[in-house]
């Protein structure tokens, strides 16, 4: 899919950068194409469709693509190593060499240089193949982890907050989710606030919390419609939510994107046509990974809890 996405959208020579991790799962997908190879079997078969051709090219076309997925040995990301390398030798990145990495990780969001996060959401696409009735579906999981193990979909269950449940607990939760944002000067309101705090705004809307087994890692409050400041740029009658908070271990796991989804389910559900939100504008990789999910800015605010303007972001609710 996403080695059909770079060639329509015109790269005229793509590279698969991939990894010899036996255990990974796309040394697995490899092996199951048939070339009794670890890896680079998907993207040969791929290849011989007359698509284009495997060759070793001194430079990169204009427009080319680097895919491939995440090398978990490293900080430092094979995918930020060849794109340094190749901008040390004076070829532009992203202009003239296009990247896409096939997760939506943080380290996928700040990477410098550029890339493109593919997040193809391969639980969506079940759920849309079997209300199709289709009989077969190949599902590519483009995360680099043990094939063996367990999702992070399958061990977090997500759940509405309860009577019970630590306000105590969601507070630190969220001190932990927004501390680099504080140690980069940008301190938003869930950095510091108090148990106190966080059950005032836990009551002006529906809280969900995510649970890997005994243990909190990630939130949301859902309102809809929701009343904002006069002179905030909300749509009329829109829906929004606040305190969206993932554990630093989850980082890169989907649970952000699953939390998002749901709210924005729970908007709709309550009546809202849009979602309206807003974030530090400084916040670039926040930003960014609202509007690779469809919001788009239209206005600015200032709160009186922050250090900081914010952009406020919109999206249309299907």
């Known amino acids: 899919m996403v080695l059909d996405h770079l060639a329509e959208a015109g790269a005229q020579s793509i590279a698969m950068l991939s990894v010899d991790i036996g255990r990974s799962w796309f040394a697995t997908l490899s092996k199951r194409a048939g070339d009794g190879q670890p890896t680079g079997g998907s993207s040969r078969s791929w290849c011989s469709r007359g698509r284009t051709s495997s060759r070793r090219a001194r430079s990169p076309p204009r427009r080319s693509s680097i895919t491939g997925p995440t090398p978990s040995t ?99 939760l969220l001190h932990r989710a927004y501390a680099d944002h504080a140690a980069a000067g940008r301190i938003f309101f869930a950095s510091y606030q108090s148990p106190q705090d966080t059950r005032h705004r836990l009551s002006k809307g529906e809280c969900w919390i995510a649970m890997r087994d005994d243990a909190l890692v990630g939130t949301v409050t859902v309102s809809a419609p929701h009343t904002a400041p006069a002179g905030y740029p909300a749509p009329e009658g829109a829906g929004s939510f606040w305190q969206l908070a993932v554990d630093p271990s989850q980082r890169g796991s989907g649970l952000g994107h699953r939390l998002l989804t749901l709210a924005e389910a729970r908007m709709a559900a309550l009546g809202s046509t849009h979602a309206v939100i807003d974030t530090s504008a400084a916040a670039e990789d926040l930003v960014a990974w609202y509007r690779r999910r469809g919001y788009v800015p239209i206005g600015t605010w200032r709160w009186d809890v922050t250090n900081y303007d914010s952009v406020v972001l919109a999206k249309a609710l299907p």
């Open 74 to 172: 490293c900080r430092r990301s094979g995918w930020c190593q060849v794109c340094c390398w190749w901008r040390e030798r004076g070829v532009d990145v992203p202009g003239d060499l296009l990247v896409a990495v096939g997760v939506d990780s943080h380290l996928a969001r700040t990477s410098d240089p550029p890339v493109r996060a593919v997040d193809l959401d391969p639980a969506a696409t079940a759920r849309q193949a079997v209300a199709r009735g289709r009989g077969r579906l190949l599902l590519t999981v483009w995360m680099n982890i043990d094939s063996t193990g367990t999702s992070t979909r399958e061990s977090v269950q997500v759940r509405r907050f309860q009577e019970g449940d630590s306000v105590e607990e969601v507070t630190l």
